[in-house]
């Protein structure tokens, strides 16, 4: 496409005028009419046609962009709020794993069983499992050392 003013000699074809909708049609080479603040694109007149289908094409595309983004906006700063340790995911490693339970000395047995997004959703979700399990080392665990639940879970609430 080709941008020309008025009084701009010009070639064979057909110019428009955007702020009227102006035709001119050249049959060869010639003066535009108007003075210089006349502007004038070099346009096909099956060009004007196709104009109108693709301008709507694009407008489609910025919509269905538009759209794909607001839905997916909310599930990501969703997910970015509630960010979960590094630690915590370790632990999560084995403890989100459904069915897992230990046996304490007195032989009662305890699930321990973490529901990851449950976990992540409470007020403790950016907390480090160690900084209320302050017992547990990688090192040594798993190594149940409590007699039982009860003990366990005072332990596990003094701290
Ligand atoms: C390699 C897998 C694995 C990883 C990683 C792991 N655990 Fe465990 N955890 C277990 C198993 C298995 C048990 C059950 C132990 C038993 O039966 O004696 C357990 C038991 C527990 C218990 C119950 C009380 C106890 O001491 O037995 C707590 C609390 C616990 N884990 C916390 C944590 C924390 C906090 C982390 C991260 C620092 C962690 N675990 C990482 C496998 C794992
Ligand atoms: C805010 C402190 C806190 C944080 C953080 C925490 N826990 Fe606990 N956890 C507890 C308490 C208190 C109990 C005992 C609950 C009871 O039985 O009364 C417990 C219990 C457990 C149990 C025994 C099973 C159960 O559901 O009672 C496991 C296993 C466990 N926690 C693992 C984890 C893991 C893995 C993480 C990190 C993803 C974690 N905890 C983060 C305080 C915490």
Redesign the pocket.
């Known amino acids: 496409m080709f941008r020309c003013h008025g009084g701009q000699s010009v070639g064979k074809g057909t110019y428009w005028d955007l702020s009227n909708g102006e035709r001119i049609d050249a049959h060869r080479t010639m003066a535009l009419p108007g003075g210089e603040d006349r502007h004038y694109m070099k346009l096909p007149v099956a060009g004007v046609f196709l104009a109108g289908p693709l301008a709507g094409l694009l407008f489609t595309c910025v919509i269905l962009f538009l759209l794909v983004t607001l839905l997916f906006l909310p599930r990501t700063m969703h997910a970015s709020e509630a960010v979960i340790s590094e630690?915590a995911k370790?632990?999560l490693?084995?403890?989100a794993t459904p069915g897992?339970?230990?046996?304490f000395r007195y032989k009662s047995t305890?699930s321990?069983h973490v529901n990851e997004s449950h976990f992540q959703n409470t007020v403790h979700g950016f907390l480090a499992?160690?900084g209320c399990?302050s017992d547990?080392s990688?090192d040594t665990?798993?190594?149940?050392?409590?007699a039982s639940k009860r003990e366990?879970a005072l332990h596990?609430a003094e701290a």
């Open positions: 630690e370790t632990c490693g084995c403890h897992m339970s230990t046996t305890l321990v499992c160690t399990h547990v990688l665990h798993p190594a149940s050392q409590y366990f596990v």
